[in-house]
């Protein structure tokens, strides 16, 4: 791959594509977009540059609002008001873009650049089948009649790995999975062989196992076509994974520009090297998660220094004071960086603290503070005219009645001790939010047991699980709707503890603002209002809530899951710290498994409404793997180019639960699987060693150990990568 | 969509069932007496007792309802007392051109309001949206009889286009029918726009920035396409709720403008009803226009249903 510095693209020798054209593919010159609110101008992307040539590939990173998605949108022209591009020029293919009319850019959108959107759930018209949507890309801008268009359309769908493409193509969008409609619009993208596809986090909202199979994807659509992508994301890991060289931009601005390996190497820019280090590492064990502390600045309160000046831990009087600085090239290396030190700093170094002490151990001679025994949870599948019972006449003679169920949770086991964090990890629909509203008794249990301290939960009448709910609190993952818009924060935590009979008047009032400073933030902050806070600072909000009534189990249900990486790593210190000092124990549901690693003693992989694997973390994340457990590691994309990851890619998705295959839930996916015994009979989740590691496989324990140890796998194929 | 419809043909039938028990309840709550209603104020005790005896009004009131529910699944309403024809007759003649007035008041409704919705939303905040949210504003203000009195005002009285009102049936006259069906209709369909136009822009308002309507742009859609092809048949589907719910409304609305319009439809046949105290044509159109109601809803649902493949009432895929 070719990968050439902006700078000086004009002596590029490795210039590969169909025209032998020396300048790059696109030319970003000073693009400068503003958004006109009632108050100043918001300038949103501020004199941006940056230069891409064909088949490569560039990364665009920073924490949300940073600017990525509008500097992107404005190259393609698509800012909406009260947007306005005022500046700078966007040369593509040698025409500045800001140049064309309105009709011109029509024919390059969709045609010779292509956009490839974030969310394959709300990005395809939810009314127009999935060949309309393919196939009026293609007649939009190629000379063809509707039968060729539709020819093109289901080969297109082929490329992109859509089986049944011929049969698909008349399918609405509801009628794929995730992973398919983001193929779908993949391939829409490259319906009309664009120059320069742009990928606004093309794989943000899927599930691991599929993020790693669309990567892959966009590599492989990539390389045939030579196509030119620019890749914007907030994962690093991702860039890693799929970049050339990088940008990083942070309050509008781009701060660092570098190759992919410089970047990672050498990072010229004090938040590149925050960035970098705010990421946990899966293999790594750390006392403290490192974190980028602070926050962005407010777009249009912008500090009178260097924008990064109040985070960056190497400010200078000059720095607060200097305005802020230029991008420029540092020294003779090909990265540039807007830091007045970049030259002196030496930043190849983490600062990331990686202790090897890890969590403490746990005491579990005791009794759990928290029992789950074969709980399940059926939904009723009732979609005919008896509701969900449907006749059958198979038998002959009399109809049989049989009842229709999606079967979310299916026989789950496990207990948690005072002071523990359990984690349930695995991919959407897999039945681990349905755990959590079940144990809690948000939702009735089918059947199973749950005890708290021997209280038996799942048999308590709904006043006396009402008071149990002061020892058991949940925190959902998204703050912004769990929180009353309508009052202030204080009085949310306030009333809390009245209603718990915890404390009143003036005892309330000042045990609020002890929360609130626990929680990070200030006891001034109880007289604003859930909106005045920001994402992260909600969900702190959520967890003082939470803490008011002094529970012994918080259920956090993804708390993270919404929040940029560096904060993600504020909220999980927070939650650790507070289970330091009183000893309070985590259910913690996430399909992040870098979060778990990092935040949970034990974890149950879960898949199909089953447990496929239980242990404690280093168990769990070690030999014997299931197979399934092996899948999800594998597909987490490191934040380290020298570590391209031996993905097992699974084949298809997740089987419907209503009708769920029989044995072994995995056996339709599984790699190794290993027969027919597999298809019939369902695995016990047996011991497969001491310390309680449990794993539900027909394999024997040998065949699960053949990854004897996964990291070291992981730097074998690294070397294979590299001898290619 | 089988499974679908059985049961909504069935719980049509349960409302219907509950719509009889309340429509005889009430009817004969209702003061007055047929009796002295026929035979007026000058009757004889007796003569009113004979009366009351040949119309089985001094039956128990629960054999009196079961009577005319098994009439009624038979298809037979009783008798009028006040034309002293059958019921079922006098509601044949008369619903057809209620259903004439209301659907042709419906079809203007739609014809005006979407396209007005979607240029209001295009130009959200600007002059022509501002104007029609104000138009919009006024229309909902305003009942329908106020409208229809306007309309005679304007087109018949001052500009003498179209007669004040009176009914032809189109099967005899069609110019004349047609002529006398304009001012009814569009005055109705005027009172009905503005609902529909507010319910269409605040819909094609939020279809229009969904990302799916981004992408559209992206792949170089003309602005025509985009609005027409991808936001309108998004925004359609919760108008059509919007849209049979304004028909049922359409059809309450009648019974006053139908007087307006001197009309002789189901409206002015309730009002004479209702009047004279006939309890069996009370009954029968109680019946009658709650029907058109329950209908006119399950064919939105079905309506929607067509407009929106993830609804696929009861499917299996």
Redesign the interface.
């Given at each position: 791959m070719s990968a050439q510095r902006a700078e000086n693209a004009e002596h590029a020798d490795g210039v590969e594509g169909p025209t032998d054209s020396e300048a790059p593919l696109l030319d970003v010159r000073g693009l400068r977009t503003e958004f006109r609110t009632e108050g100043d101008p918001v300038v949103a992307s501020n004199g941006v540059s940056f230069s891409l040539d064909r088949g490569e590939t560039m990364g665009l990173v920073g924490e949300s609002g940073a600017g990525k998605s509008v500097t992107a949108r404005s190259i393609m022209r698509l800012i909406d008001t009260p947007g306005e591009i005022t500046g700078g020029e966007v040369v593509f293919d040698g025409e500045d873009l800001l140049e064309k009319s309105e009709k011109q850019m029509r024919d390059i959108r969709g045609n010779r650049i292509a956009m490839i959107p974030q969310d394959p759930m709300s990005s395809l018209n939810p009314v127009m089948t999935v060949g309309e949507q393919i196939i009026e890309t293609i007649r939009r801008h190629q000379d063809v009649s509707k039968s060729e268009a539709r020819e093109l359309a289901i080969e297109s769908m082929d490329d992109v790995g859509i089986p049944d493409a011929a049969e698909r193509i008349d399918d609405y969008p509801h009628e794929f999975s995730g992973g398919m409609r983001q193929r779908v619009l993949v391939a829409i993208g490259f319906s009309c062989e664009p120059d320069l596809i742009i990928a606004d986090e093309p794989t943000t909202a899927l599930d691991v196992t599929t993020q790693a199979k669309i990567l892959d994807l966009l590599n492989e659509m990539q390389e045939r076509e030579n196509t030119a992508v620019l890749m914007i994301t907030h994962n690093l890991g991702v860039v890693a994974q799929t970049c050339d060289h990088v940008g990083v931009m942070y309050a509008g601005n781009l701060v660092e520009t570098a190759e992919l390996e410089d970047l990672f190497e050498r990072p010229r820019h004090p938040y590149t090297r925050a960035l970098i280090d705010s990421i946990p590492e899966v293999d790594s064990e750390y006392d403290e998660l490192p974190t980028l502390d602070g926050a962005m600045p407010d777009l249009s309160d912008l500090p009178s220094g260097c924008n990064f000046a109040p985070r960056c831990p190497h400010a200078t009087e000059a720095c607060r004071t200097g305005g802020d600085p230029a991008l420029e090239s540092v020294g003779d290396s090909t990265s540039r960086a807007a830091c007045i030190h970049a030259e002196d700093l030496d930043l190849s170094e983490s600062t990331a603290v990686e202790a090897g002490s890890g969590r403490r151990e746990i005491d579990r001679s005791g009794e759990p503070l928290f029992e789950v025994r074969n709980l399940k949870k059926y939904f009723s599948a009732g979609d005919g005219v008896l509701g969900n019972v449907r006749l059958s006449w198979d038998g002959g003679g009399l109809p049989s009645v049989e009842r229709r169920y999606v079967k979310a949770v299916d026989d789950v086991s496990f207990d948690i001790y005072p002071g523990e964090t359990v984690g349930l990890v695995g991919e959407s629909g897999c039945g681990k939010s349905t755990v959590a509203r079940t144990v809690l008794r948000l939702l009735e249990p089918t059947d199973g047991e749950v005890y708290f301290e021997g209280e038996p939960i799942h048999d308590l009448g709904s006043g006396a699980i009402r008071s149990l709910r002061r020892e058991m609190q949940i925190i959902f993952q998204d703050p912004h709707s769990s929180l009353n818009p309508r009052k202030p924060v204080g009085r949310i935590i306030g009333r809390a503890m009245e209603r718990h009979d915890i404390a009143t008047g003036e005892e309330k009032r000042e045990r609020v603002g002890e929360l609130l400073e626990r929680v990070g933030l200030s006891a001034e902050a109880a007289s604003k209002y859930p909106h005045e806070f920001s994402g992260g600072q909600q969900q702190r909000v959520a967890i003082a809530h939470a803490l008011a009534v002094e529970p012994k189990l918080i259920v956090c249900d993804e708390p993270v899951s919404a929040l940029d990486v560096s904060v993600q790593a504020q909220i999980l210190n927070l939650l650790n710290e507070i289970q330091a000092e009183t000893d309070i124990s985590y259910l913690f549901i996430s399909h992040n498994i870098g979060v778990v690693r990092h935040i949970c003693d034990r974890v149950a992989v879960m898949y199909l409404g089953k447990i496929a694997e239980f242990g404690r973390i280093g168990d769990v994340f070690s030999a014997p793997f299931h197979p399934y457990t092996e899948s999800l590691l594998s597909a987490v994309p490191h934040a380290n180019p020298n570590r391209k990851t031996d993905r097992i890619l699974l084949e298809g998705s997740v089987p419907s639960p209503i009708d769920p295959p029989s044995g072994c839930p995995f056996q339709t996916r599984c790699p190794k699987k290993i027969g027919e015994v597999c298809e019939t009979d369902v695995p016990e989740l047996e011991d497969v060693g001491d310390d309680d590691h449990r794993i539900s496989c027909h394999l024997s324990i040998e065949e699960m150990s053949e990854r004897d140890s996964f990291i070291r796998a992981e730097r074998q194929s690294a070397e294979t990568v590299e001898s290619d | 969509m089988y499974?679908y419809v059985?049961?909504r043909v069935g719980f049509m039938a349960v409302t219907l069932f509950l719509v009889t028990l309340i429509a005889f309840a009430v009817t004969n709550i209702l003061p007055g007496n047929v009796a002295l209603v026929i035979l007026g104020p000058n009757a004889t005790e007796e003569s009113l007792a004979a009366l009351q005896a040949q119309l089985g009004l001094n039956r128990p009131l629960y054999v009196q309802y079961f009577d005319w529910v098994l009439g009624l699944l038979q298809g037979d309403m009783g008798q009028s007392l006040r034309f002293g024809e059958p019921v079922a007759a006098l509601i044949a003649e008369r619903l057809p051109r209620s259903l004439l007035l209301a659907v042709t008041a419906t079809l203007i409704a739609v014809a005006l309001s979407i396209p007005l919705g979607v240029y209001a939303a295009v130009n959200q905040n600007e002059a022509p949206d501002l104007t029609a949210s104000m138009f919009a504003f006024v229309g909902i203000s305003m009942p329908i009889f106020l409208w229809g009195l306007v309309f005679i005002l304007i087109f018949a009285v001052w500009f003498n286009l179209f007669p004040t009102g009176g009914y032809v049936s189109p099967t005899e006259d069609l110019v004349g029918s047609l002529h006398r069906l304009v001012l009814p209709a569009s005055a109705m369909g005027f009172a009905l726009t503005a609902y529909i136009m507010r319910m269409t822009r605040s819909s094609m308002l939020e279809v229009l920035s969904?990302?799916?309507i981004?992408?559209?742009?992206?792949?170089?859609?003309?602005q025509r396409?985009v609005v027409l092809?991808?936001a309108l048949?998004?925004a359609v589907?919760p108008v059509i709720t919007v849209i049979a719910f304004q028909f049922s409304y359409a059809f309450g609305g009648v019974v006053v403008l139908e007087e307006v319009f001197f009309w002789p439809g189901i409206g002015r046949l309730t009002l004479t009803a209702i009047q004279s105290r006939d309890i069996p044509l009370i009954q029968g159109c109680i019946i009658v226009v709650a029907l058109i109601y329950m209908i006119s809803n399950f064919a939105a649902d079905l309506l929607y249903a067509y407009?929106?493949?993830?609804i696929r009432y009861?499917?299996?895929?």
């Open positions: - | 499974n059985i049961r969904a990302e799916y981004k992408l559209a742009r992206a792949k170089g859609m003309s396409v092809r991808h048949k998004n589907i407009f929106d493949p993830r009861g499917g299996e895929e």
